[in-house]
């Protein structure tokens, strides 16, 4: 189950203004303030953040919305934060601000076939990130072999993308991107 949160009706929320943009670094705190509250009000749920009706995100909102959200929701038990209706110039945003601590998160953007990976990857991350897309879930041996690497590689990749919450690993040893494509 996944708890979807609209940011720019949090937005208006937060500021009491009808702006649709992500600006500033206090607005960007109080957002952040306002989603940490829905989510702790909805439990273990995975968490979508929804950006399709946002004007301009810049790199402070994108610190304070994303990049600190998604430290503070590893203390919270939120299994997964997944960015959706995002546009390529919130991406480069977002992408920078997750860039500078290392994180990294699941984005679905605008008229996009595939989930993207935005933020610090190694290029395996990357490329197993995509093989597992096409692939569905699986176990480590289908994506070695589909990437045609050593099983220790694609298991290093997939295991790191768990960690940082971008795939989902299940008790039978399987891995997916999971719900969100």
Known sequence: MSTIIRLDIVL?????????????RPTGAAVRHRVLTVLRDTGDDDAELDFSEVGLVDFSC??????????ATLDQGVPRLVLRGVQEHHADAIEQALSRYDLLVVAI??????????????????????????????PINPVAD????????????????????????????????????
């Open 62 to 71: 994108a610190d304070e919305v994303v990049a600190k959200l998604l430290v």
């Open 109 to 138: 953007l605008v008229n996009a076939v595939q989930p993207r990976l935005l933020g610090a990857a190694p290029d395996d991350w990357r490329t197993a990130f995509g093989a597992l897309d096409r692939i569905g879930r699986a």
């Open 146 to 181: 589909a990437l045609d690497w050593p099983v220790s590689r694609a298991a290093d990749a997939l295991r790191g993308l768990t960690q940082h919450r971008c795939v989902v690993s299940y008790p039978d040893e399987t891995f997916a991107i999971g719900a969100v494509a």
């Open 12 to 24: 208006r929320e937060a500021v009491s203004t009808p702006y649709r943009d992500l600006v500033t």
